[in-house]
C-alpha cells in the first residue's frame, strides 16, 4: 500500500540496508533534469537496476525540495489495475477521503503549492495510468510525478531518465560495504587477494545492485571464490534472507519473474527464444533463428525486439568495432528465460515433446546460420576485407563457443569441426592462448573420433604453429611430424608444403638452421610444383634470412631478387609476414632504410587486417627498426604497445620476449632500473615457460648490465649461467660471445689467466663456423689487447693482423667496428706516454661508426678503455708497459721473416732457422705460399689446392686430405710462422706486410 510521508516527506518508504553506494554522476543528473522545470520523470532500467533505491535516495537528500513542496512515495507494486492505482493515490494525497475521483483530486492539488508525486513500480500498469497521468496533469499542471518502471510510458511530456547498471568500481564498493557492514572485513593484506575475484563476481552479476546485495549477504559465511563457484546458472543463492525484505526485492527470481508476468505471449516466446544467443545478437541472426510457435500468429521479430528493448529486458547498443548493432541479455535474465523456453513453463498448454523438439530445433536453427556466416566470413580473413572479418568473429566468439558446446551432443561431427576452425581463427586473431590449445586439444580429439585425418592433420599443423609461438619448441615439433605422416597418406601436396614451411619456421626459432633450410627447399619445390606463389614467396623471404644468419649475404641477395620476381598475392597475413621477414634480413645487409620501410608496410598490413597478434609482430619489427637506429624512444614506445597488446592476448612467451627487447633499449638508452627490471621480469616468464633460448639470452644481457654497473659477482653468476644454457642448446657462436663478455670483465679485474682462457676458447669456437669468421676475428683481436698488456708485441701484432684480414670482408660490420675499437686500445697501451685513454679514446673510436658503437660489445669496449688505466694503476702501471714495448720496439721494426723462394727454408726473429730441404711437403707448400704472396694475391691458398700441392698425384679421402693439409700448416706455424701464416675465409695466406721477405 501507499503512505504519505509524514513530517519532513522526504524519508525513504522502507528501511534500507547501509548507506547508498555510488551513483554520484546520475544524481547531480537527476537534480539538473528536475531542476530544468521536467513535470514527468520516468526512472527506467532492467529489474534489479535500483530504481526504487535511487528515487528514495533523492528523497532523502531532499534534491525535489528545492523547488517545490515536500514530496510523496507511492508504491504501485500492489494495484492490479488502474482502479486500484487511483485508489492508491486517492487514499495517500486525501487520507480517508470518499468523495469520488475529481473530489480527491482536486481537494489536495487544485490551487495547491506545487510538489512530486513518486509512483514507484508500474510497469504493469502503463495503459491505464498513461491515461490517468494525462487527465491529472490537465487538472494540476503545477505537480509534476517521477515514476519508476522497466519501460517507459510514451507520453509527450515524458522526461525518460535512463538507470544503467553500476561501473564496476561502484558495484566492487557496494559489495564490500555490504559484505562486511557491521561486522570486520578483510584486512588490508586479505583485500589484496580477493581484489580480482570481487571483479569477477560483480562482473557475474552484470553490476546490477539488487544482484549484489543479494550475494553480499552470503558473503560473511562464504568465499567469494565458492559464491562465484555456485552462481552457475542457479537462482537460490540470489536471496535476501532478511525479514523486512518483500516481493520483488527479496531475490533476483522474484524480480525477474514480475517481469516475465507482465509480458504478452509473443514477448515471451521471443524473448525465451532470443535466450540460445550468447554474448549478444543482431536483427539479421534473430531473424534467420527466432521462430514463432504455431497458434502464436505471425511475428514481427523486429518489433517484439524493440518491445523488449523498451522494457529493459534486453540491451541494445552498436559496439566499438561490430560490424552491426546487437541485442543483449543480461547474464541471469538469459538463464532465467532460457529455462522456460527449455521446459516449457511459462507458457500455456505447452506439452514436454513438442517443447523438446522446438528446443532443438532453435539450436539448430542457431548453428546453421553462424556456421554458415562465419564460413563466408573466414573466406575475408587475409584479404583487404580481414577486418570485417576479425570483427564479426570478436563480436560472435560466444556464440561460437555455445554452438561447439551444444554440438557434442549431435550425432557427427562436421558441426564441431568447423566451428573450431572458426574459433582458431577467432583466437589467432585476438589471443587468449589458453583457450585456444585447449580448444585445439578438443578438435584434435573429436578428429580422432571422427576418423578424419585431414581436419586431425590440419589441426595437429595449427596446433603446432600455437605451440611454436608459445616456445614449445619439442610439441611443436611433434604435432607437425604428425600432420606430416597424414598429409603424406593423404597425398595433398599443398598441405603438405604448408606444414613444411611452418615446421622450417620451428626450427629456425629454435636455432637450427640446417634443419630450417632442408624443410624451407622441401616447401618451396612443392609450392613451385602446385604453384602456389604466395607460399614461394613466403618461403624465399624465410630462406633468406637464414642466409643471413649464417652470413651467406650474397646467397641472401639472390632469393630477395627471386622473391621481387613473383608478384602479390592478396594473402595480407603472409604479405605482412613476408615483409617483416625481409626486414630482417635487410638489417643484416645494412640497408637500414629499407628495413624501416618494410617494417612500417607491414605494420599498415597488419592494422588493414585487424590481427592483433600480427599487429603486435609487426610494431615489434619497426621498434626493432629504430633500435637498430639508436632512436631508443620511438623503439621502447613500440615495444610497449606490443607489450601491451600480448598481455591482453594473454601470450607469455612473446611477453616475455617483449619484454626483453624493451630491456636492451632502455638499455641502450642507460635507463639501467628500468633495463634491470624489464630483464628480470621477462626472466621470470621464460623460467616459468622453460624457454631456454630466450632465457639464455637474456641472462647474457643483464649480466652486461651488471657487468656496466661493477657488480661484478652477480655478472659473473649471469655470464656463467648464460653459457651453460647456450651450450646445453649447443649454440657454439653463443657461447663464444659470452665468453668475450667474461674475458672483458677478467680484464677489468686484472685476472689476465682467466681472460687469456677466454679468449682463446672464444676463438676456437667462432672458427667452428665460417660464418663467425669476423667474430672470430673479434676474438683474435681482444687476444691482442691481453698481449699488449704482457708486453708481447711479437704475440699482438700477429693477432691484429690476422684480425685484420679476417674482416676486411666485411666492410661496414659490427665485427669490423670491435676490431678497429680494440686495435685503437692495443695502441694506447703500447704509447710511449700511456696518453689517450678514456673518453679520448672512445671518442675516436666513434669515428668509426657511432651507430654500431651502441652494441653490447661495444659497450664493454668502451667501458675497458676506460678502465684499463685505473686497473693497471693509472700512469705507473701504463709507463711500465709502454716502457717494455720500447725496449722492443727497434727490433721488433727491423725483424723480418725471411722465406726462401723454394720453399726450402726460413728465418724468423726469436726462432731456429727452419730447413725443409728433406720435408717435402711443407717445401712444396710453402713455395707456393710464396709465389702467391709475391703476386700480392688476395685468394686464400685452398685445403684441396694446398694437398694436390704438397702431394702431387696422390688420391685419398677427403678428410684424409684435410688433416695432412692441417698439419702442415700447424708445423710451418711451430717453427716461426705463427704470426705470418693465417687463415682466411678460403684457405691461407702470408700475411700481407711488408715484415715478410721473400729471397
Known sequence: MGEEIQADNTRAPRAWAGEFIGRVAELEAFHQLSASGA????????????????VCEILSRGLLREHHSAPVFIDLSDAASGADALDLVARTLAAGSSGGRSAALEHPLVGATARYIILDTVEHLIEPLSALLIEWRAIAPQVGFVLTSREPLHLAAERIFQLDPLTPADAADLLIARAYQGVDGPGESEFGDITAKIRELVARLDYLPLAIELAAEHARTLPISEIIERLGDSFDLLRSRRRDVKGRHKSLRAALQWSWDTLGAIEKQVLAQSSVFCGGFTLKAAMRVIEARAGAGQLDVA????????????????????????????????????????????????????????RDALHRRHASFFLKEGEAHLGL???????????????????????????????????????????DEHHRCSGAVELHEELLDDAVDIAIAAGDASWQAEFLRRRGR????????????????????????????????????????????????????????????????????????SVLAHQASCDVDRGDFARARQRINRLHAISETDDLRAEADLYRRLAYVHYYLGEFVEQQQLNEHALELARRLGDRRQLAACAQGLADSYFADSNFDKAIALYRDALEIHRELGDEHLEGILLGNLGGAYHRREDFDAAQEAYRRSLRIHRGSRATPYLAVTTSALGVLEHEQSRVAQARAHYAQACELFELLDQASDVASVLLYRGWLSLEVGSQASAEGYFERAQELFGRHEADVGWQAVAGASLAVLRAMQAKPQAYTGLLERAHLRVRAFPDSLERSLVNGLTLLVRALVAQDGAGFG??????????????????????????????????????????ISSAHATVAPALAEAVATIHADGSGFEVPGFEP?????????????????????????????????????????????????????????TLRGLGLEDYLVTVDDGYMLASSSRILIK
Not at 41 to 50: K, L, Q, W
Not at 921 to 944: N, P
Open 39 to 54: 513535470s514527468l520523470i520516468t526512472v527506467c532500467g532492467a529489474p534489479g537496476a535500483g530504481k526504487t533505491r535511487f
Open 466 to 537: 600455437l605451440r611454436g609461438q608459445r616456445g614449445q619448441f619439442s610439441k611443436a615439433k611433434v604435432d607437425y611430424e604428425q600432420a606430416l605422416a597424414l598429409g603424406d597418406a593423404g597425398e595433398d601436396a599443398e598441405f603438405i608444403a604448408w606444414t613444411r614451411f611452418e615446421s622450417g619456421e620451428l626450427a629456425r626459432q629454435r636455432g637450427d638452421i640446417d634443419r630450417a633450410l632442408a624443410e624451407f627447399g622441401r616447401a618451396e619445390d612443392l609450392a613451385a610444383s602446385t604453384e602456389q606463389w604466395g607460399l614461394l614467396r
Open 914 to 970: 727452419a730447413d725443409l730441404r728433406r720435408r717435402r711437403s711443407l717445401r712444396l707448400i710453402l713455395a707456393e705460399l710464396a709465389r702467391r704472396h709475391q703476386r700480392d694475391d688476395t685468394e686464400g691458398f685452398g685445403v684441396f689446392d694446398a694437398f694436390d700441392v704438397g702431394w702431387p698425384g696422390e688420391a685419398v679421402e677427403p678428410e684424409v686430405a684435410a688433416g695432412r693439409v692441417y698439419w702442415a700448416i700447424r
Open 839 to 880: 673518453e679520448d679514446l672512445c671518442a675516436a673510436w666513434a669515428q668509426d661508426n657511432s651507430l654500431r658503437l651502441r652494441s653490447l660489445h661495444a659497450r664493454l669496449i668502451q667501458r675497458l678503455m676506460r678502465r684499463l688505466p685505473e686497473v693497471l694503476g693509472a700512469e705507473s702501471g701504463l709507463q711500465e
Open 303 to 358: 518489433q517484439v525486439l524493440d518491445r523488449l528493448v523498451d522494457k529493459s529486458l534486453l540491451r541494445v547498443a552498436s559496439e566499438p568495432g561490430a560490424p552491426a548493432a546487437r541485442y543483449r541479455h543480461f547474464h541471469f535474465s538469459r538463464a532465467y528465460f532460457r529455462a522456460f523456453w527449455t521446459t516449457g513453463q511459462g507458457f500455456e498448454g505447452a506439452a514436454s515433446e513438442p517443447i523438446t523438439e522446438a
Open 381 to 423: 580473413a587475409k584479404t583487404c576485407a580481414a577486418m570485417t572479418c576479425g570483427a564479426w568473429l570478436n563480436a560472435e566468439a560466444e556464440n561460437l563457443r555455445v554452438l561447439f558446446e551444444r554440438a557434442s551432443r549431435w550425432p557427427g561431427h562436421a558441426e564441431r569441426l568447423q566451428a573450431a576452425r572458426l574459433l
